[in-house]
C-alpha cells in the first residue's frame, strides 16, 4: 500500500527521462541525509539498487548479484553463507524511513519493499501508470487470438519458448566461461586448507578503568588533575576494539563462503607454536606481529611521537600520527599495514592487519574484503603478485566512528 499522498509506484519502464532525472537527484538527497550520510555501505547498496531498476534491470537485482557488484564478493558467494546483503538491506530499509520521518520526500520516495531489493518508486499525487516489471503482462493481438486452442496455435509457441529457454541458457553459459578471475580470491586462496582450521587472532588492548566507585569524582575529565592508581583498574585481554570486531566478522564471513572452518583465538591465547599448525589471520599490534615483520621492508613502531609506519630501504620515509591526548581533536585520517607471508619461519600462510587506532584496522579490513578496493592494488602490482609475499601501506579518510575513502600509498611485492 502506498504511503499517504503518495498515489502509485511506476516500473522503471514507465518513467520518462525527466521522472528518472526527479529520481536521481531525489537519491542523492537521500544519501547525504544522517542515516545515510555516515555509512558508505548503505549507499553503495541504496545507489546500486535505484541505478539497476532505472536501468532496466530490476529482475536481476538479487542477493548473489548485489553481494558481488557492490561488496565485491566472489562469484562462488552462497546466501546462505553470508549475511551482509540482508543485514544491509534491512538496515536501508530502516533508514528510509528515517529519513522520511525527518521531512524529505515531498517530491518522490523510494521503498525497498520487504522479500526482496527491487526498489519502489513513488510519486505526490500521480495516478499510476505502470506496475512493477513482474507483473506487466504483454496483450496479445486479436489475430494472434485466433490461434488459442489450435493444436498448430500451441506447437509454434512450444517451439518459441523452447528458443528462448536454450537461448538464455547460452548467454550463462557464455557467461560463466567469462568470469574473469577475481582478485581476492587469488588473495585468500593460501588460506584454504580443507583439513584444517584457519586461525583468526584478535589482538586486545590494554586499558584503565574507573573503579565504578570513585569514578564521579573524576568525570568530567580535567587534564590538570592527576588520578591515583588506587582508583583505576587494569584490565588486560578483556576487551576487542571495533577494528578487530570487524575483522573477525568479515573474515569469518570471507572463510564460510569458502566453506573454510577457523577458530578465533584471542591476545596471548596465541603462541609461535599455533602459527606452524594453519593458516593465521593476525590482528593488531603485537610482539608476535613485530617480530614476524622485523625482516619486512615496511613495519609498524610505537615511538614516543607517536604510532608510526616506517620504510626500512628509505629510513627519511614514514607515515606517522601523533600521539593522541585528552586535548586532541578527532582524527580526520590514518594509515594501516597489511603483510602477507606466504611461507614464514612458522611455515604456513600469513596475514597481517596492523591499523594505528580502530578505525584503520577497519580501513584494511575493508581492504581485504571489497574486491573493487583491492583491485586497484592488484591491477597495478606484477602479473605474478598472487605467488609473492606483499605489504602494502593504506591511507584513509575517517568520518566520525568509521573508516572512509582509501588509497594505497606504498607497496612492496617480493
Known amino acids: 500500500m502506498s504511503p499517504a499522498g503518495y498515489e502509485g509506484l511506476q516500473s522503471a519502464s514507465a518513467f520518462s527521462e525527466s521522472e528518472k532525472q526527479r529520481i536521481r537527484v531525489h537519491l542523492e538527497e537521500v544519501l547525504a541525509s544522517q ?45 546462505n553463507g553470508g549475511s551482509i546483503v540482508r543485514v544491509t538491506g534491512s538496515d536501508v530499509r530502516k533508514c528510509l524511513t528515517q529519513a522520511y520521518a525527518s521531512g524529505l520526500g515531498n517530491d518522490v520516495r523510494i521503498e525497498l519493499p520487504l522479500g526482496g531489493y527491487q526498489p519502489a518508486f513513488h510519486f505526490p499525487n500521480e495516478p499510476e501508470i505502470g506496475q512493477s516489471n513482474d507483473a506487466l503482462v504483454a496483450k ?12 498448430l496455435g500451441r506447437l509454434w509457441i512450444a517451439v518459441a519458448v523452447g528458443i528462448l529457454i536454450l537461448a538464455g541458457a547460452s ?24 583439513d584444517r582450521p ?26 590538570s588533575k592527576s588520578i591515583p592508581a588506587s582508583d583505576l583498574i587494569l584490565l588486560k585481554e578483556s576487551y576487542v576494539g571495533t577494528g578487530g570486531a570487524m575483522a573477525a566478522a ?24 599455533d602459527l606452524k599448525n594453519s593458516p593465521s589471520l593476525l590482528i593488531g599490534v603485537s610482539r608476535l606481529t613485530q617480530h614476524l615483520t622485523e625482516h619486512s621492508r615496511f613495519q609498524l613502531k610505537m615511538t614516543d611521537e607517536g604510532v608510526k609506519i616506517v620504510d626500512t630501504k628509505q629510513p627519511d620515509r614514514a607515515w606517522a600520527l601523533p600521539r593522541r591526548t585528552f586535548a586532541s581533536p578527532p582524527r580526520a585520517d590514518g594509515y594501516s599495514l597489511v603483510t602477507r607471508i606466504l611461507h ?27 574486491n573493487d ?3 586497484r592494488f592488484s591491477d597495478s602490482a606484477p602479473k605474478d603478485w598472487a605467488e609473492k609475499n606483499f605489504q602494502v601501506v593504506l591511507h584513509n579518510s575517517i568520518y566520525g566512528n568509521s573508516a572512509g575513502s582509501l588509497q594505497v600509498v606504498a607497496s612492496d611485492i617480493e
Open 35 to 79: 542515516p545515510f550520510s555516515g555509512s558508505r555501505r548503505r549507499q553503495a547498496f541504496l545507489k546500486y539498487v535505484v541505478e539497476e531498476s532505472l536501468a532496466g534491470r530490476g529482475s536481476a537485482i538479487k542477493e548473489a548479484n548485489i553481494a558481488v557488484d557492490v561488496f565485491g564478493r566472489s562469484r562462488s558467494f552462497e546466501a
Open 140 to 151: 496479445p493481438a486479436e489475430n494472434a487470438m485466433a490461434w488459442r486452442g489450435k493444436p
Open 171 to 194: 548467454v550463462i553459459l557464455l557467461r560463466s566461461f567469462r568470469q574473469p578471475v577475481v582478485a581476492l580470491d587469488q588473495m585468500w586462496k593460501p588460506f584454504f586448507e580443507k
Open 198 to 223: 584457519v586461525l583468526i587472532s584478535l589482538g586486545t588492548p590494554t586499558l584503565l578503568m574507573f573503579d565504578p566507585l570513585h569514578q564521579s569524582k573524576y568525570l568530567p575529565l580535567d587534564p
Open 250 to 273: 568479515r573474515f569469518g564471513e570471507q572463510l564460510t563462503i569458502h566453506k573454510q572452518k577457523f577458530d578465533l583465538k584471542f591476545g596471548s591465547d596465541v603462541n609461535f607454536a
Open 344 to 370: 614464514s619461519d612458522a611455515g604456513r600462510p600469513i596475514l597481517m592487519i596492523a591499523g594505528m587506532d580502530s578505525n584503520n584496522t577497519q580501513a584494511a579490513v575493508e581492504f581485504l574484503t571489497n
Open 373 to 375: 578496493e583491492f583491485r
